[in-house]
């Protein structure tokens, strides 16, 4: 896969709000374990779920004196957190993010296929809420 900077997932666009809203199944990514049925996230989905609230914080009127959200908090924390135990160690050339193109499109990245991880989550909620 090469990275770009796609029209996709746009900061504040409309259509960028409805795309960060459905990259996670079920909109909350949220599975159903065991005969309790116990609610866990699987760590992708909570990724997800914070950058589209840092998105939203990012984008969001405030007054002078409002800090942003104990969620955002959460979220910018929990992000650094996985960043710093599970960064990537790949070398990348290095431009300014004022150039047109920031991210290195020179690069091939090996990523990991989530396709069966969705399904079986979707699956899951399915049967969670009767669907199945």
């Not at 909350?28 to 996230?41: A, F, M, N």
């Not at 998105?55 to 910018?76: N, Y």
């Not at 990537?88 to 300014?96: A, G, Y």
């Amino acid at each position: 896969m090469t990275f770009d900077n796609p029209k996709h997932f746009q900061l504040d666009e409309e259509d960028g709000g409805a795309e960060w809203a459905a990259i996670v199944p079920g909109g909350d990514g949220i599975v159903y374990l065991g005969p309790e049925k116990h609610p866990y996230t699987i760590s992708l989905f909570h990724q997800l779920r914070c950058l589209d609230i840092i998105r939203q914080e990012t984008i969001k009127d405030r007054q002078p004196d409002e800090g942003p959200s104990d969620l955002g908090r959460h979220c910018l924390n929990y992000i650094r957190q996985m960043v710093t135990c599970r960064g990537d160690l790949e070398i990348e050339s290095f431009q300014f993010a004022s150039h047109k193109n920031p991210i290195d499109q020179r690069g091939v990245y090996e990523c990991k296929d989530w396709e069966a991880v969705y399904h079986e989550v979707e699956k899951n909620q399915a049967e969670y809420r009767g669907g199945v």
